[in-house]
């Protein structure tokens, strides 16, 4: 594909997963074979049917981590990362009564090195469910113009601002999920916008 604003060509993949470890194998080595001969900007995103992490599940007997092991090495091996997500934490239910519910994190976006750097603002939406026991996710690519582009500049002079840490604590306390790294990147960026105006009404 090629973006119609900034001309860059990207790859999307869109992927539904069996519900059985045995029978995702077979996509996870598709993945591996894509990610070794693909050289432009690449996002994988849908139902892997799996999770990342124990956190990603509440109710229903324990996890056994054993079951994401290939998951989690497709991912490292293909060079792809969580894009986190805004909304809702999890993104299937199996909709039974709140004695035996159910929640996991079964649908997630990754993307390669070269998506992050052509696309920096991406985001992944969880939307509420309508007719389904899956959260449909909204992808949004956010393209930025290089023209008069304006660069964030952090002020020393802030911190002694009375008003500041309850500005900063306010923003950062909006829910991102995703990686360290990736969580600690989307709070900077959507705190720079807010810090700005703040600064222009001091």
Not at 36 to 60: H, L, R, Y
Not at 125 to 154: T, V
């Amino acid at each position: 594909m090629t973006h119609t604003e900034n001309g860059k060509m990207f790859h999307l993949t869109i992927i539904y997963a069996k519900c059985k470890p045995l029978l995702r194998r077979p996509l996870w080595e598709v993945l591996n074979q894509k990610s070794s001969s693909c050289n432009v900007p690449w996002c994988v995103i849908g139902d892997f049917n799996v999770i990342a992490s124990v956190e990603e599940k509440i109710g229903g007997i324990p996890y056994q981590m054993s079951k994401s092991i290939e998951f989690l090495s497709m991912t490292k091996d293909c060079g792809l990362v969580d894009l986190g997500y805004y909304g809702p934490k999890y993104t299937w239910s199996n909709g039974r009564g709140q004695c035996s519910i159910m929640w996991k994190r079964l649908d997630r976006g990754l993307a390669n090195d070269q998506w992050l750097e052509t696309f920096p603002a991406v985001t992944v939406s969880h939307l509420a469910s309508a007719g389904s026991n899956h959260n449909p996710m909204l992808l949004e690519l956010h393209i930025k113009q290089d023209n008069g582009k304006k660069y964030f500049k952090f002020l020393n002079c802030w911190v002694d601002n009375p008003g500041f840490l309850p500005l900063v604590s306010k923003v950062c306390n909006r829910k991102v999920e995703g990686n360290v790294m990736w969580k600690f990147h989307q709070k900077l960026k959507t705190l720079s916008h807010p810090l700005s105006h703040w600064s222009r009404q001091e």
